[in-house]
């Protein structure tokens, strides 16, 4: 007797370790403490040799102190799997150390509820035998119900909690009142989601009630883990597991219950496909490599209706077996039809995606790693492509983490496809191509190619027509060449004579006409002037220019180096009758430069230039006590950071004047800081939406040229809210803005004016 359809539709394509696992325990590892007395903590078997769990756990299990940064070298742990008899314990060396860090790479004190990093690569003898395998990861949403088991895996051990929010990378995770809760010895264990038999994240840490009476606000029975898309930028940042691996674990599908009529739909379009079986087999055969999966060794391919199962039941499958057939029908009308004939369909199950498993790989990797440089390039991107729509709530942040771009790309696949008219009733541009081309446009280099020619590939695949993608990416490249109404340019030089008054300065100004050529305003030989002088004088030259136009002024002060802690741009340069402050930070593009520094290097000008024109693809540097002082900076700008043109230095005010002149020196030629920090330590979570924001996200929050507008509008704001919190400060050396002495003046007896 034939064996039935059925039973023929579950034997070609298998999963590679057999059915998705009932639970997670096939993955838990128990983490010991030195003397075996006690349970550290946990963790979670990830492939080949390697396991995952938290440096905090690491440093329980050494004795330390939990949130110490100190990377305790090559020690060895003793590590159990839960899921094997006879309690056994295997030795583990630590291979790779992610500390535990405050925002912005701080040191995290011992009393913080949040912290970021805190991950421990280990790294066992041997391979350990099955049961014991690795866990499909997805990942972590708010409303997904989880499951976490206490280090040892007993069975009893489970505590059930539900992920409330999840923001900047972190789940936040309530527990019911009955049953177990998250304790000691469960962190760095793994959050099993039994709706996605996945699992979702790493524990890492519960927020406890205050150590007084109860009191109805507190809170009770909440923890918190780290999602599975923060634990894979950590782990890709720090090159800790082989990326095969990772992909390994990502890529495997969710399989999803089947619309048996759609099903049976599909039949019809894979056969005028696929119907030859040889054909059909090597298509089955690429697919189930990219999804994962074994297929059957007794027969060259599958049926027609194993394949339709699959496609109709399993994310990404049918995308990914487009992919592949894409370039067969190129040149078939009636095989593209079919094609087209079997997306529709296919967007009518509940596995529907747009990108296939490579497509979305690429992607993903392409867009944390331009987030993580740019965090608002995605909602600038998507607002701009998509003006008439209102964005998903995902991109609602004006800046993303790399953490929150797998939830945003996924919910960007099911918008609907561009409005615009298509020619030969051909798909639509959908709203994810259309953002691609705008981040592409605003990116730029070698990027913008990259991404460009990624949406080309998928458009084609999808049958998009070309002249379609193109309309839409002259639109996006009109887009990123918006520039601001262009305002005047002033020059201004300061300096200090020994005899002067303190808080005097002797100013020169010079104005820069359309053309270029400039003329002097002021000679600073004149007398010594106030701060509050020099900013009226500075109103009147830019006022009164023949360049004011409509855009808002360059004001560039050359200072001396003792000079570049003035609050020039503090100065307030309102009239004694105007009843309006005048801050030149708040009117003007106010910033700082300080050529005397640069020309103590030989090579300053070719650095500064080099700099200067790489400064759109260059990541900042951010400058803090991690990078080792005077001697630390100057090796990152000589090896990893030889082209970076922006630095963010924070410290007081003894650090800043130790690795500022460094920056200059070597032709950084766009350096911020904050003079009021005072080396202060602050330990920061997740920033709501409607909070003002901070200098961090001004430095990085938009394209490198923007950001003296940028600061402009930050210091309003905080002018505006009374506060002095942050009074930022910014070097911004132009290598094609002239310096005052190198002007070439044709005739200075008509040239030089004078204000008195």
Known sequence: MAPSERTQRVTWFTAVKGERAADARGALVQVLAKNHARTAGAGVYLAGRSLLTCAHVVNAALGLRALSPQDPGSVELDVAFPVLSGGRTWRARLATWIPPRSHRYGVAAAESLKWDGDLAVLELEEEPPAPVAPARWVEMTSGQEVRAWYGGGQAFSYADVRVAAYEDGVGYLDGQLSGAAIDEGYSGGPLWSRGDGAVVGLVMGRITAPDTAFAAQHTVRRSWGLGWQSVLAELRRAGAVPDDHLRALWARPAVLDVDEAVRDMMVGPLHALLGDPETRGAHAGVLAAQLGLRVSESRSAPTVEELAQLVSGTERALSTLAESLAPKVADDPRGRAELDRLLALGRLTDAARLLSVAEHRVLLGKTEHLVQHDPGLLHRAANAALPYLDLPHSLQAANLAPASVPGVLRE??????????????????????????????????????????????????????????????????????????????????????????????????????????????????????????????????AGGTDSAGDGVALVAVSVPPDGLELPVDEWDGAGIDEVIPAPLGEDFHLVLRCPKLRMRSRTGLSDLKRRWKARAQSPPLLADQTVGGRAGLIGLLKTTHRDSARVHLQGDVERRGELLPVCLVMGVPIVLWDRADGGRQTIRGARGPTEEPRLEDVATNGTVDELPERLRHFRVGVQARGERAERPALVWEDAELPLPDELQLADPAEETERHT
């Open 412 to 541: 960007l696949e099911t918008w609907h496809g561009d409005g615009s008219p298509v020619p030969e009733e051909t798909p639509r541009l959908p709203a994810l191509l259309r953002v691609v081309e705008y981040m592409a446009a605003e990116t730029g280099g070698m990027a913008c190619q990259a991404l460009q020619e990624w949406s080309r590939r998928v458009a084609t695949r999808l049958g998009v027509h070309p002249s379609a993608l193109h309309e839409r990416r002259a639109d996006a490249e009109r887009w990123s060449r918006r520039t601001a109404p262009a305002g005047a340019r002033v020059l201004v030089e300061l300096e200090r004579y020994v005899k002067d008054p303190a808080d005097h300065y002797r100013c020169s100004v010079w104005r820069l006409r359309p053309d270029g050529t400039a003329a002097r305003a002021v000679a600073g030989s004149e007398r010594p002037r106030t701060g509050v002088e020099i900013a009226r004088l500075i109103r009147e030259v």
